[in-house]
């Protein structure tokens, strides 16, 4: 079955980090860019990060940009948010997601395979 | 205030047509494909459209995406019921160099 499974959502301090982890099987993980879109309560969706196939194109939405770190490792099929400096605002649901078609440029980048998300909350 | 610009709701008959747009600029629409993405209630976004008109295998053919300038159309034909969801348009932002989506529109069947 072609999947995304998203862990690591938690309620955390708001200055402390957080690691999400995204398991993705049936299809050829190392064939695709894969993305955090997020959605914070009752709000709309919100790009977080994407990352090429061979780590190679990393992008960031401003609202992260040199707090959160993206990742990936080809032989477990996983792809990780790493996210420091946390803060309230950066409390939402947070999806994982796989891009649409092989080897694109950011300008390509969408989602064709979505997980269920994994909840992060921020607050003292 | 998002980048892309969506009307917060619409709202439509049974069997009616709907459209819902999505204003952007010439460093995203202008220049980029633009996707659409739904949400019904309580479950992760599902891809609708991609590359500005394309529809991805096993959605009905109700669903049309259009794109003209710097802006954009979702059209949904013979409403259903069940096609009472949140809908949003994305495009990659030159500029900005990010991937932007709209604020979202919420569809009412009524």
């Known amino acids: 079955e072609v999947q995304l499974v998203e862990s690591g959502g938690t309620l955390v301090q708001p200055g402390r980090s957080l690691r999400l982890s995204c398991a993705a099987s049936?299809?050829?993980?190392?064939?695709?860019?894969m993305h955090w879109v997020r959605q914070a309560p009752g709000k709309g969706l919100e790009w977080v990060s994407g990352?090429?196939?061979?780590?190679?194109?990393?992008g960031y939405a401003d609202s992260v940009k040199g707090r959160f770190t993206i990742s990936r490792d080809n032989a477990k099929n996983s792809l990780y948010l790493q996210m420091n400096s946390l803060r309230p605002e950066d409390t939402a649901l947070y999806y994982c997601?796989?891009?649409?078609?092989?080897?694109?440029?950011?300008?390509?980048?969408?989602?064709?395979?979505w997980g269920r998300g994994t909840l992060a909350t921020v607050s003292s | 205030q998002s980048v892309l610009t969506q009307p917060p709701s619409v709202s439509g008959t049974p069997g009616q047509r709907v459209t819902i747009s999505c204003s952007g600029s010439?460093?995203?629409?202008?220049?980029?494909?633009v996707y659409w993405y739904q949400q019904l209630p309580g479950t992760a976004p599902k891809l609708l459209v991609y590359?500005?008109?394309q529809r991805p295998s096993g959605v009905p053919a109700r669903f049309s995406g259009s794109k003209s300038g710097t802006s954009a159309s979702l059209a949904i034909s013979g409403l259903r019921s069940e096609d009472e969801a949140d809908y949003y348009c994305?495009?990659?932002?030159?500029?900005?160099?990010?991937?932007?989506f709209g604020g979202g529109t919420k569809l009412t069947v009524l």
């Open positions: 997601a796989k891009d649409g078609a092989t080897g694109t440029t950011r300008r390509y980048w969408y989602f064709d395979l």
């Open positions: 049936g299809f050829t993980f190392d064939d695709y860019g």
């Open positions: 990352i090429s196939w061979n780590s190679g194109i990393i």
């Open positions: 994305a495009a990659w932002d030159d500029s900005l160099s990010a991937l932007l």
């Open positions: 010439s460093s995203n629409i202008g220049s980029n494909y």
């Open positions: 590359r500005s008109d």
